[in-house]
């Protein structure tokens, strides 16, 4: 059964809201004013629209009361850069592995991590743990074996990328990719404004990664990939490419279930995606479309 997560994230987004309040809004009236708003967005979206679709109108509410149009600047410029300070490192890590497409693919989930949409607090420690704990987790071989199979046999991949800091750890895997894979031309997808953490092309081009993949924006704010938003330039590789690569929950929230070859990779993050799979917070879940 598809997630109606927009039902289900209700409470997690008016918390988000509240905490952005408290840091951008001067006094309790501007506040109000705001929660009200946003309140009133809450109740009025439609029942199957998705959670990233909740956020996005939210942000642009608090993007209107503050002016201020990227409210993670600072920390996405501060993750982007120790985390390109770590390449060196992952690069010993993948010359030390027997598989180093897997464990390539490891350190890109493992870099799904830095969300501030999801999770409050993110520490450079935190990252380097995840990794550790992913690196040493299982993949589910098949799903493995099969995008392998289609990248050896397909054209076009199109990537969609998740949060800044994360973006340097998709870069190594896109170049493990390309390293292995070099016939298959690969398009990066990025959000076309700032909205959470969440990349944008000033991301992609800081961190490299357009040395290995053509950027492309989705022409959306939104934190996901939602098929009724995106522009008609991104629609057309969306429908072009022969498989998709998916980052994050936002990705999977907007998208799951819509039938596309889509493999999905990503670190569990909250109580509903845990019951859904039936799995521990920060748990990998690697998993394709047909297997929902």
Avoid: W
């Amino acid at each position: 059964m598809k997630l109606n997560t927009h039902v289900d994230c209700i409470a997690c987004v008016i918390n988000k809201a509240n905490q952005l309040a408290d840091k951008y809004l001067k006094d309790s009236y501007e506040k109000y004013n705001f929660m009200n708003k946003v309140l009133r967005e809450v109740a009025d979206i439609e029942y199957d629209r998705t959670a990233p679709f909740l956020v996005a109108k939210v942000m642009r509410i608090l993007k209107k009361e503050t002016g201020i149009n990227d409210f993670y600047k600072e920390e996405k410029k501060l993750f982007n850069e120790k985390l390109l300070s770590m390449e060196d490192q992952m690069e010993e890590i993948l010359e030390a592995s027997e598989d180093r497409f897997m464990t390539a693919l490891k350190i890109a989930q493992a870099g799904n991590i830095i969300d501030f949409g999801a999770l409050d607090e993110i520490s450079f420690d935190l990252v380097k743990k995840l990794i550790d704990q992913t690196l040493a987790s299982d993949l589910d071989e098949n799903t493995y074996k099969k995008l392998k199979s289609e990248l050896n046999n397909g054209r076009i991949l199109l990537y969609l990328g998740d949060n800044a800091g994360e973006i340097v750890f998709d870069k190594i895997f896109i170049k493990e990719m390309k390293r292995e894979y070099p016939h298959i031309e690969i398009f990066f997808a990025v959000r076309d404004e700032p909205v959470l953490n969440d990349i944008n092309e000033e991301d992609a081009y800081l961190v490299g990664i357009n040395q290995y993949a053509k950027v492309l924006s989705n022409g959306t704010d939104l934190p996901g990939t939602d098929i009724l938003e995106v522009s008609d330039a991104f629609k057309e590789i969306f429908k072009k490419a022969d498989l998709i690569l998916s980052k994050g929950q936002g990705n999977f929230e907007s998208l799951s279930e819509c039938g596309m070859n889509i493999y999905y990779l990503f670190l569990c993050k909250c109580k509903l995606f845990m019951d859904k799979f039936k799995t521990e917070k920060l748990s990998n879940i690697f998993v394709h479309e047909s297997n929902l």
